[in-house]
């Protein structure tokens, strides 16, 4: 009996589904020992896989048996009261899912040296058996004055924000960011990402960088990590909404000041 594929398999130029008949999992090659054969699946497997080519381009050590401790870093934190910018931006926030996320951009053809962004990333949600289509978050820019000033004041070059608000039951897989777009516009300058979280903590919602879980935030706290090497994943398994301001742009001596300080910074109607 044929196999149903999934429906965004035949607009990937790849091999398709593993478990498929003519997927990387059956495929054969002519001639050889089935060791031999076991061997070019592999390669073919990691060949079409975002996470491996990620991986070789990280220098993450990737070993579940090092239980990481310093996989992010806490970087101070916002105080002030930002609820009402919160509610306009879930009038505007929309689906993102993996399916979606690089056409919003108007990227759904990029490359970077993993290859077409879009396509390697479908392909390892697919492989795993999960659905492209599922949310992962739901995504905005509509900030307000108390966001624009934690963004201003993190004092980074060319910042670029968006709000990441995670709905009961989206997650997003463990990735490797690719902030590729920012670091081609200049290689001399470092480009740091920050997660400022707009909401306590609640039981349920989790991150993962690295092998470790970050938890029990407190609204306003300034997360940042090593996006470039560093895997990481979130889920929420809660019954509340939980938003997060990202910003990416290029690193300054104010940014460098705040990375090695852990304060915090109190916000009265956006402003300092
Ligand atoms: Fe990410």
Redesign the pocket.
């Known amino acids: 009996m044929a196999l149903t594929l999934h429906s965004m398999q035949s607009s990937l130029a790849r091999p398709t589904r593993p478990k498929d008949p003519n997927g990387i999992a059956h495929g054969s090659r002519s001639g050889g020992t089935a060791a031999q054969t076991k061997a070019d699946r592999v390669v073919t497997k990691a060949a079409y896989t975002n996470w491996e080519l990620g991986k070789e381009l990280s220098n993450y050590h990737f070993d579940k048996s090092i239980k990481d401790t310093e996989a992010f870093q806490l970087c101070g934190r916002f105080v002030g009261d930002w609820e009402d910018e919160l509610e306009k931006a879930y009038e505007t926030m929309e689906t993102v899912t993996w399916g979606n996320r690089w056409d919003k951009k108007g990227l759904s053809k990029k490359s970077d040296p993993r290859g077409v962004l879009k396509e390697n990333e479908l392909k390892d949600i697919i492989d795993a058996g999960g659905d492209p289509e599922q949310p992962m978050y739901h995504g905005t820019r509509d900030i307000g004055p108390q966001m624009q000033q934690m963004i201003d004041i993190l004092g980074m070059e060319n910042p670029r924000h968006k709000l990441h608000i995670q709905l009961t039951g989206e997650s997003?897989a463990m990735?490797l960011?690719k902030h590729y777009e920012a670091e081609e516009k200049d290689d001399d300058k470092e480009v740091r990402r920050f997660l400022i979280a707009l909401a306590d903590w609640e039981p349920g919602q989790f991150i993962v960088f690295g092998n470790q879980i970050c938890e029990r935030w407190i609204a306003g706290s300034i997360l940042t990590f090593e996006w470039k090497d560093m895997p990481?994943g979130t889920a929420n398994a809660s019954l509340h909404k939980r938003p997060l301001l990202s910003v990416v742009g290029y690193v300054t001596e104010t940014t460098q000041d705040l990375l090695c300080k852990e304060r915090t910074w109190t916000l009265v109607n956006g402003k300092r």
């Open positions: 997003v990735h960011d990481h």
